[in-house]
């Protein structure tokens, strides 16, 4: 038997999303709306990017 014991530990707690997870999933959330709102060929970038608040150059 070995001398040093092992403790179980607590799984690591989620971190907090990224600043550009959080970017990624507003943007993915408004593209999606607008998908099923206007239909995909009716949808452009600056609207997405409109809608998810950020400008098109962060695409």
């Known amino acids: 038997m070995s001398p040093h014991r092992t ?6 707690a989620e971190a907090a999303p990224t ?3 959080t970017t990624r999933t ?4 408004a593209a999606h ?13 600056r609207a997405i990017a ?3 608040g950020i400008a098109v ?3």
């Open 19 to 21: 600043k550009g997870e």
């Open 7 to 12: 403790t179980p530990t607590a799984p690591a």
């Open 33 to 45: 709306k607008l998908f099923l709102k206007q239909g995909f060929h009716g949808t452009s970038m």
């Open 26 to 29: 507003r943007l993915l959330a």
């Open 57 to 59: 150059g962060g695409i």
């Open 50 to 52: 409109d809608a998810a």
